[in-house]
């Protein structure tokens, strides 16, 4: 078969199209909610603050009063000592659209440690019957520059002045 410059022209245009298409789909926001979650996620299970830190946006706040760096400080003195855990949702929902959006899903927490820390980790997180709440926005004209905003849970509590765990 012969090729000219016709068919390297379509070829040429066939792949800039599905090229097109997929980064459309990529950079939809609820694609980029769904990922900057699983993201955020697997950063507290891995312990990487820097990566975690970079999710959060300068102006979080959340239901319990919480900003960025007492977020970032509780989170380091918390999963600092939790080994092999598993932040786990099921049916999740997402809803986006413009410079927002919003992940719903009840989370729970699994892994193998059975240290007291764990186990009251677990049973407090797991026996909440309302979804957790993530609200994410995007903070500039790129289409991947997405940061959390806020967090919310309608049934768990978090007494003010929370800072020592046990």
Same mark, same amino acid.
């Given at each position: 078969m012969q090729r000219t410059f016709r068919s390297g022209f379509y070829i040429g245009l066939a792949l800039a199209i599905a090229v097109g298409l997929y980064l459309v789909r990529l950079w939809s926001a609820e694609r980029q909610v769904q990922l900057h979650t699983q993201h955020l996620v697997q950063s507290l299970e891995e312990r990487d603050w820097t990566k975690f830190s970079s999710f959060l946006a300068d102006s979080y706040r959340d239901q319990w009063g919480q900003d960025r760096s007492l977020v970032l400080q509780r989170s380091r003195a918390l999963f600092g000592y939790l080994r092999g855990i598993r932040i786990v949702s099921a049916n999740a929902t997402i809803q986006a659209g413009g410079r927002a959006g919003f992940w719903r899903s009840r989370i729970e927490i699994e892994g193998a440690e059975n240290s007291e820390l764990a186990s009251l980790l677990k049973e407090r997180v797991n026996r909440l019957t309302s979804p957790f709440? +993530?609200?994410?926005?995007? !903070?500039?004209? /790129?289409?991947? %520059?997405? /940061? +959390?905003?806020?967090?919310?849970? %309608?049934? +768990?509590? !978090?007494?003010?002045?929370? %800072?020592?765990f046990p």
């Open positions: 709440t +993530l609200e994410w926005r995007q !903070i500039s004209a /790129k289409p991947w %520059d997405w /940061k +959390l905003a806020r967090v919310s849970n %309608d049934t +768990l509590e !978090i007494p003010q002045g929370y %800072d020592q």
